[in-house]
Structure formats: C-alpha cells, structure tokens
C-alpha cells in the first residue's frame, strides 16, 4: 500500500526505531505540531521519527464549502458534530493513515513501536484508524477530539489493539468539541475495556504546558 499523502518528517537521532504518526486538525497543516518535538522531554525515548501528514484538500460544508485540509467533512459544529458523519471521508483517510504505517513497517519499525496521535480531526482519525488496525500498535493519542462513528466501533474495532494504551486530553472550556462529547467517547472505550488515560484542562481548543508534559510522560512510558 504505497502512501499518497505528503508528509513532514523529523527524527531525534540516527536510525529511528520507533515512529509516531501525527494528524493535525482541520484547516491546519503538516507542520503544525513540528515544533513541539522539541519542547517534548524524550531523552530516554529511542531514536524516534515523527511523520507529520498533510491531509488532502477538500470542500467543508461547515465553512460553507471553502477548500481546505481536511481529514473528512464536517456539517455542522459543536454539539451537533456529529449529525450526518462524513463516513466515506472518514475510511478513505483511515486507509490512507493505514497506508504510512505500512510504509513504516517497510522501513523497518514494527506496528508495536508506532503510535498513531492527532489534534482535533486528527484525534478523531487516530482513533478510527488505530482502533480498527489488525496489527498492535505502541500506542493512540488522541487530543481535543471524540470518537467518530461510535456507533460501529464495538463491530468493527479489531482484538489486536484492545490492550493498546489510549491517552485522551481535552479542555474543559473547548467551544469547538464539547468537553461532555469527550468525555461520551472516554467512556465509550472504557466501557469496551480498552485502557485509557485520561486528562483534562482548564483550556479551550488548544494545548497547553501541563499537557506537553503530561504526552511526554505518557511517550516515555510507551516507547522507552
């Protein structure tokens, strides 16, 4: 499965043993969280390579059909994000995320040292991909965003990443994805009995410094 998405890559040191896919959020781009690699405290992590995709340009209803990067179309906002999910968009991108694993397996670096990560859109992108691929993979994260198509995770999810470690932040303030719709897709994985750690913060729909410190405690715990 060769990749057709662009992507930005950057690798901590020589000979990278393990990956981290990360998504960025809608109408953003490749190298929106490039400059956090180094605010991350790594130094007892392996040689990491950090592959940071471009999603593809496409029409978005919610902002009245302005092309834009987008993981998959949204309708409408807040409470209501997600009445009449964009499921075609959602599998295409799956399949596209699924295809830079493989090209990280080509490389090299097995499923079980690549973790799939992303903000907003690209939370929601981790999980639908990462819940449903058949090989285990190191780990999800997932910031500021919800599970999408929920209703067919217990179907579809695959056995090989039940014991995969989930690490879910979100800010209790968030106008764009509403904390409860959050918590609704924690408690959804928790209730299937999949192992997520959870956090939460004063914080709209962004990052702040606790959660810098907080994801890289939880890579350390993963990778090292």
């Known amino acids: 499965m060769k990749p057709h998405l662009d992507t930005i890559e950057i690798e901590s040191a020589e000979n990278p043993t393990a990956a981290i896919i990360w998504m960025h959020g809608l109408g953003a781009d490749a190298n929106d969280f490039v400059s956090m690699v180094d605010e991350l405290n790594l130094k007892n992590c392996p040689a990491i390579r950090?592959?940071?995709?471009?999603?593809?340009?496409?029409?978005?209803?919610?902002?009245?059909?302005?092309?834009?990067?987008?993981?998959?179309?949204?309708?409408a906002a807040g409470t209501d994000i997600l009445l009449r999910e964009d499921e075609n968009g959602l599998r295409q991108?799956?399949?596209?995320?699924?295809?830079?694993?493989?090209?990280?397996?080509?490389?090299?670096?097995?499923?079980?040292?690549?973790?799939?990560?992303?903000?907003?859109?690209?939370?929601?992108?981790?999980?639908?991909?990462?819940?449903?691929?058949?090989?285990?993979?190191?780990?999800?994260?997932?910031?500021?965003?919800?599970?999408?198509?929920?209703?067919k995770l217990a179907e579809e999810r695959h056995p090989a990443n039940q014991a995969t470690s989930i690490f879910l932040v979100h800010g209790t303030a968030d106008p764009v994805i509403p904390f409860q719709r959050a918590e609704q897709s924690r408690d959804l994985l928790r209730g299937l009995n999949y192992s997520v750690e959870w956090h939460d913060y004063w914080m709209q729909h962004s990052l702040c410094a606790q959660e810098i410190l907080d994801i890289g405690k939880w890579l350390e715990k993963v990778l090292a």
């Open 93 to 151: 991108s799956q399949q596209d995320i699924a295809a830079l694993i493989a090209r990280e397996n080509a490389r090299g670096i097995p499923c079980e040292k690549i973790i799939l990560a992303g903000f907003s859109q690209g939370c929601a992108m981790s999980l639908q991909t990462g819940l449903r691929h058949p090989q285990k993979l190191a780990g999800i994260m997932g910031l500021s965003g919800y599970v999408p198509l929920a209703q």
């Open 50 to 75: 950090f592959i940071f995709p471009n999603a593809p340009q496409i029409p978005v209803t919610l902002n009245g059909g302005y092309v834009m990067r987008a993981w998959y179309d949204i309708a």
